[in-house]
């Protein structure tokens, strides 16, 4: 909210002689509420602007007035990123794009950001960064991947520290918190970055304990207590943890006598075999 309309609301208030307690019980909603649209953290809907507009004898237009300007619509130029547009391709809309400062589209296409060092383009069709700065750029899609027009091999982006998850999360926080002022609880993707890595090294390392389980229970938890205010008894996914562990050791410890047991009947197996021929040599020997 504007920190002029702000100040109206909290001068407003007072000049009625009102509390922000007694304000919250005409309009029926928390102090809290009446507290950050104060602040400027919040603002008001479209029912709570007329009930106090109502309340305080004034129209909704000497409430809302302010000396700010108001900023012209980008629709059509933020409309000029289309879906059917392709990376790399030279049409009119995107010379327009490049003569832009900053820019940042989302849609059905997907999110393409854009300022005075590159590009970054994150949708259906693949990851697409281009570095005007150093001159390079990576092209991540079900082609393959192209570092500066270089092709590598599929086992180049399965290794985990090349897939840009970081990059990938950071945009998602960004478009979060820009579209819908979703900052909090918007930085529970950050959580993401270090499971994803750590999966991707317990597949490679075949071990179940390089997996940062306990971050995994940390995110489940905080999901439960901000989204559900489950917070009791959501700290039961704690106990969670040492039940991991000890699961993932019994397996290992399974799978480790198995694989003994395969090798030990496999060196009986081998001097059954050697004990077989040396008897056959003796035999030939003696006639």
């Given at each position: 909210m504007n920190i002029e309309i702000a100040n109206r609301l909290v001068n407003l208030r007072?000049?009625?002689?009102?509390?922000?307690e007694a304000l919250a019980e005409k309009l029926g909603?928390?102090?809290?509420?009446?507290?950050?649209?104060e602040r400027a953290e919040a603002s008001p809907d479209t029912d709570n602007l007329i009930l106090l507009a109502r309340l305080y004898g004034v129209s909704l237009d000497e409430l809302?007035?302010?000396?700010?300007?108001?900023?012209?619509?980008?629709?059509?130029?933020?409309s000029s990123y289309t879906e059917s547009e392709t990376w790399g391709e030279g049409s009119a809309s995107e010379q327009d794009e490049d003569n832009q400062e900053e820019y940042?589209?989302?849609?059905?296409?997907?999110?393409?950001?854009?300022?005075?060092?590159?590009?970054?383009?994150?949708?259906?069709?693949?990851?697409h960064v281009d570095d005007k700065k150093k001159g390079d750029n990576v092209?991540?899609?079900?082609?393959?991947?192209?570092?500066?027009?270089?092709?590598?091999d599929k086992e180049w982006i399965s290794h985990h520290a090349h897939f840009p998850?970081?990059?990938?999360?950071?945009?998602?926080?960004?478009?979060?918190?820009?579209?819908?002022?979703?900052?909090?609880?918007g930085w529970l993707l950050f959580l993401l970055v270090p499971i994803w890595y750590s999966l991707v090294d317990a597949i490679e390392?075949?071990?179940?304990?390089?997996?940062?389980?306990?971050?995994?229970?940390t995110l489940i938890f905080l999901c439960l207590g901000i989204f559900y205010m489950?917070?009791?008894?959501?700290?039961?996914?704690?106990?969670?943890?040492?039940?991991?562990?000890?699961?993932?050791?019994?397996?290992?410890?399974?799978?480790?006598?198995?694989?003994?047991?395969?090798?030990?009947?496999?060196?009986?197996?081998?001097g059954y075999c050697q004990s077989n021929y040396t008897e056959g040599t003796g035999d030939t020997d003696e006639e």
């Open positions: 007072k000049s009625n002689n009102l509390s922000q909603i928390s102090r809290q509420a009446v507290s950050k649209w809302l007035k302010t000396d700010d300007e108001i900023p012209r619509p980008e629709a059509e130029e933020a940042v589209h989302v849609g059905p296409g997907g999110v393409h950001v854009k300022d005075k060092n590159g590009e970054v383009h994150v949708g259906w069709d693949g990851i092209h991540i899609d079900k082609k393959g991947v192209y570092v500066n027009g270089e092709k590598y998850m970081f990059l990938v999360i950071m945009i998602a926080y960004i478009v979060i918190g820009c579209m819908w002022n979703a900052w909090h609880p390392k075949k071990n179940a304990h390089h997996f940062a389980y306990p971050v995994l229970a489950a917070w009791h008894p959501g700290w039961v996914v704690f106990l969670t943890i040492p039940l991991y562990y000890s699961l993932v050791s019994y397996i290992q410890a399974v799978r480790g006598r198995h694989k003994a047991g395969k090798e030990n009947a496999g060196m009986q197996g081998d």
